[in-house]
């Protein structure tokens, strides 16, 4: 009874996610689900990406956590829309959530949506939001040897960024081995090496994604 429950669930969230995606195509905006631990790096990366991102499009950021809108009150001020979504213990965004945030948006006036997701390294792997994009922010401080032991959430990253890579000696992280482990699981994936607290790290993972978000709204 209890898988059949869980199957339930999916197949209504993935419907929800459907509707999301389409919904999003509609006004060709960009959505980009932004994946983690607690701690990566997330609103860190986004404060930073934001300053190159917003240079060309509109933007709206939908700020997923359990309790508290800390992150959001960092990113406001940051040229984006905000809307904050508590979880109040959910582990994880779901499609109806992102289609509730969806409701206090304008979206006639927006590129791109960032979603940034609750962090945890299980539950998101499994919910379609509706998203373009799944990003990946894998922090070394996590050591090398958790993408094997978290592979749905390694497998089904779009992209993954490996980040605070300036404390790789400090934590004796080999970037080589833990590289080549993602690939083993995921070899479609775009990989990128940052410290999101440099801008300057942060330049071939904004062009990339700037590449993607023209493509997509010429198509």
Not at 85 to 91: A, F, P, V
Not at 95 to 119: C, K, P, Q, T, W
Not at 197 to 207: A, F, M, Q, R
Request: proline share 3%.
């Amino acid at each position: 009874m209890e898988i059949k429950v869980l199957k339930n669930v999916m197949i209504k969230n993935d419907a929800v996610g459907n509707d999301n995606r389409k919904r999003f195509k509609g006004h060709k905006i960009y959505t980009i689900n932004i994946t983690s631990s607690p701690g990566a790096g997330k609103t860190t990366l986004l404060e930073n990406s934001l300053k190159y991102i917003n240079k060309k499009y509109r933007t709206a950021i939908i700020e997923g956590d359990l309790y508290t809108s800390r992150d959001a009150e960092r990113l406001a001020g940051k040229n984006a829309a905000l809307v904050q979504i508590n979880t109040e213990g959910g582990c994880h965004l779901d499609a109806r959530m992102i289609s509730g945030a969806a409701n206090e948006l304008d979206l006639n006036d927006l590129d791109i949506i960032f979603i940034e997701n609750v962090g945890n390294l299980v539950c998101p792997a499994g919910f379609d939001l509706g998203e373009n994009l799944r990003v990946l922010v894998y922090s070394i401080t996590e050591g090398d040897d958790k993408p094997k032991k978290y592979l749905p959430m390694f497998n089904k990253a779009d992209v993954i960024l490996i980040n605070k890579i300036e404390l790789a000696d400090i934590c004796k992280i080999n970037l080589n081995k833990l590289e080549t482990e993602i690939r083993e699981i995921n070899p479609k994936c775009k990989i990128f090496r940052i410290s999101a607290v440099n801008p300057d790290s942060l330049i071939e993972w904004d062009t990339w994604l700037d590449e993607q978000i023209g493509e997509y709204k010429k198509s």
